[in-house]
């Protein structure tokens, strides 16, 4: 597997991650900081998040190949967002696995995301 799909992969796996341990999480009594999410049933919570990963992932296949400087830009625009995005996503999912796990002191970053969501 190379490089490009190691990401789309990391990608998908911690967006999926977020998906359940959010889902977990609220079925357990735990409050969503995020209003969207909140507002949402699990079913079209799902649905955003696999829009959101295929349609990214499309983007990032189809312009990987394009030799077209703009296209191209694009491409590697696209490619820091994922690498951003898994990172944060991935803490997200980290701190809500700590939560579920039973360690409420990560509550800290759930007030710190909540600030800047707001």
């Not at 951003?84 to 997200?92: C, E, L, R």
């Amino acid at each position: 597997m190379g490089k490009n799909e190691m990401l789309i992969a990391s990608f998908t796996a911690v967006n999926l991650m977020d998906y359940l341990t959010t889902i977990q999480g609220i079925q357990k009594g735990f409050h969503e900081v995020n209003s969207l999410v909140a507002s949402m049933t699990p079913f079209s919570f799902l649905l955003l998040k696999l829009l959101i990963i295929f349609s990214i992932s499309a983007a990032f296949f189809v312009l990987r190949n394009f030799n077209l400087h703009i296209a191209r830009g694009v491409y590697i625009g696209i490619a820091l967002g994922v690498a951003i995005s898994t990172i944060f996503v991935g803490i997200i999912a980290a701190h809500n696995m700590l939560l579920l796990a039973g360690f409420p002191e990560v509550e800290v970053l759930a007030k710190i995301v909540s600030r800047i969501l707001i």
